[in-house]
């Protein structure tokens, strides 16, 4: 009998309407768009307005283009795996409220949560649960509203970071293709360098930390950057060269879209060319756990079946990790 691999079978993205550019950030902080295009890539983020909104609002719609596109009733989904930072609310997980908003009564569901290598640690999982042979259809998605907890007075991170969700279904393979390998990791002393100081267990929220502003995202951003373009780079050529893979026999980099310059590190370090390198941070920013699937879902007409694709992320934690797929349709 054939070994049973995860393949993604459609993937699905959203985000929000409203733009928030670097001209408008401008009127906000001390900045300005060169300055910020320089050292990110960013021109622009995504923002989800209106009272009442949270990060289910942004995964829904996501998985909605993935039912339509495959004609599956929201009933036919196994799982639902959501990577979030930003949860609706501490408990119950997303997970469990996007499937009472798509009416996937038939799903059991959970958040993971590993910042900006989320969608990594979800897919991941996931995988493995298609591979024992126990469900046949999951859904992994990535959603972040960041703009829920940046401090738009810190022109540090305000620059940064914007809303959005990818989400990818799985379901077994008995090719060659699918998601073949993946390295994870995690370093908790990186916890000092990248975090929200309050509204955890050790720090609840009062009204003394609410007033000074540690429910945003705190960032220390020359020693994330060291450690971000080393630990993208290194899994990203480790999983190359445990796979005998060369720089030809790569299709795409997916990369976490954090910084322009993690990204070229880590394209340089596989022997990639540009052209090979899937990029949109200039349009939405970082959306963290949204990041990677929604390079997939912009890139989807451009993949082919049996495409080496290299998924690489690095975030808060410190996470990180890379996973090798392939390929497993033609987008007609």
């Known amino acids: ?18 733009r928030l550019t670097n001209a408008e950030l401008e009127k906000m902080v001390d900045t300005n768009d060169e300055w910020i295009r320089t050292r990110t890539g960013i021109s622009e983020r995504r923002i989800l307005k209106g009272e009442g909104l949270g990060t289910s ?7 909605q283009e993935i039912l339509r596109k495959k004609n599956l ?35 059991w569901s959970f958040d993971v949560s590993a910042a900006c290598s989320g969608f990594l640690y979800a897919l991941s999982t996931g995988a493995m649960f298609i591979e024992s042979g126990k469900y046949k259809k999951i859904i992994v998605v990535g959603a972040d509203k960041m703009s829920s907890i ?10 940064i970071f914007g809303d959005g969700a990818g ?17 994870l990791r995690s370093d908790g002393s990186g916890r000092h360098y990248l975090y929200q ?12 930390t609410v007033t000074n502003k540690e429910h945003f995202v705190y960032q220390e951003g020359k020693a994330v ?18 796979n005998n893979l060369g720089s030809d026999d790569v299709a795409w980099l997916v990369p976490h879209q954090a910084n322009l310059r993690i990204i070229d590190a880590t394209a340089h370090r596989m022997g990639l060319s540009t052209e090979k390198v899937m990029i949109n941070i200039e349009k939405y920013g970082n959306t963290t756990a949204g990041t990677i699937p929604l390079c997939l879902w912009e890139w989807e007409p451009r993949l082919k079946k049996g495409d080496n694709i290299v998924l690489s992320a690095f975030g808060g ?16």
């Open 167 to 183: 989400a990818v279904l799985l379901e077994p393979s008995v090719d060659d293709t699918g998601i073949l390998d993946s390295i």
């Open 73 to 107: 009733e929201a009933t036919d989904i196994d799982c639902i795996i959501c990577g979030t930072v930003t949860p609706d609310m501490l408990f119950p997980s997303t997970a469990n409220i996007i499937s009472d908003k798509l009416g996937a009564t038939n799903a």
């Open 197 to 208: 100081k309050a509204g955890g267990s050790v720090k609840p929220a009062s009204l003394e």
């Open 225 to 242: 950057f060291k450690f971000a373009v080393k630990g993208m780079a290194d899994v990203s050529a480790e999983i190359m060269e445990r």
């Open 57 to 63: 609002d942004l995964a829904v719609p996501a998985i």
């Open 150 to 159: 940046v401090d738009y007075t810190d022109r540090a991170t305000c620059i």
């Open 1 to 18: 009998m054939s070994k049973i691999t995860a393949a993604i079978t459609a993937v699905g993205g959203y985000v929000p309407e409203y």
């Open 317 to 332: 934690g410190f996470t990180w990790g890379a996973i090798w797929i392939k390929w497993s349709y033609d987008t007609v």
